[in-house]
C-alpha cells in the first residue's frame, strides 16, 4: 500500500525536524527546544526501539547488520567505503519506522526531532519552515567525534581500543566518518534549500543564540 506525501505531510504538521552533519549542536538542540516549548523529544535513533524488533533482514538489511554481528571489532574495521555505505542505507531503511513513529505521536503535541530522514524525502513531507540543517566542519565532525560524553560513542571507542592494533582501527574508523562528512554530503545539506546554521569552530558557547534562531525559524516565538 502507498500512502501519499500529501497525507503524511498533513499528519506531521506538528513535526519538527533538526538534520544535519555530526557534531553540529543537533542532540544540544533538540533537547533544549524540547525542555524551553514543551515539544516532545525524539532524539538521535529515537526509532531503533521499534525497528530493532520489527527489522527484517531480506526488506531492511543494513538495519538488521548489528543485529547479525558476533563480534564488534567487525564493525568498526570495515572499509570506510561500506561504512558509508551503511550508514546510507541505515538512513534510507529506517525513514519508513521513523515516519510512522511520528505520526502515533503527532496527535500529542508539537515534536522535535533529531532526523535521519533523507533530504529529498524530507522536501516531500515537510515544509521550510518545519525543518533546519545543521552544520560544522569536517574537522569537528571526524576529529571530535569521540570527544562527548555519549554512551553509544563511547562504546565504540572502547571496542577500537581493545583491537590488535588500535591506532590502525582508529584511523581507518575516522576515514569512513571523514567521508560520511564528505564535502558531497555536506553540500548536498548546505544546498539542500533548507534552513541552514553552521557552527564555527572558535570554542564560544552559542547554545542559546541557537535556540532563538531555531525557535524564530520554527514559529515558537
Known sequence: ???ENNIIR???????FITGTAYAGKSTAVRMLSERYGMI???????MEISS???EPDIQPDLCYIRGLSDWKDFVTRSPEEYERWIMGVKQEAAGFEITQLISLSGKGKIIVDTNI???????ISDYDH??????PQSMSVDRFFDR??????FILGVINSCDDPEAVMKNY????ALINSKKHYDEYAQSGFFTLVREDDGKDTREEVLATLARHFGLE
Do not use: S, T, W
Not at 498533513?10 to 519538527?16: P, S, W
Not at 523529544?41 to 526509532?47: I, L, M, R, V
Not at 575516522?174 to 566518518?177: M, Q
Open 41 to 47: 523529544f525524539c532524539g538521535e535513533n529515537y526509532d
Open 53 to 55: 524488533q520489527v527489522a
Open 10 to 16: 498533513h499528519y506531521l504538521k506538528n513535526v519538527y
Open 174 to 177: 575516522r576515514e569512513g566518518l
Open 149 to 154: 560524553d555519549d554512551e553509544e560513542k563511547q
Open 1 to 3: 500500500m502507498n500512502i
Open 131 to 136: 525543518v533546519a540543517v545543521m552544520l560544522a
Open 118 to 124: 533523507p533530504l529529498d524525502l524530507l522536501h516531500e
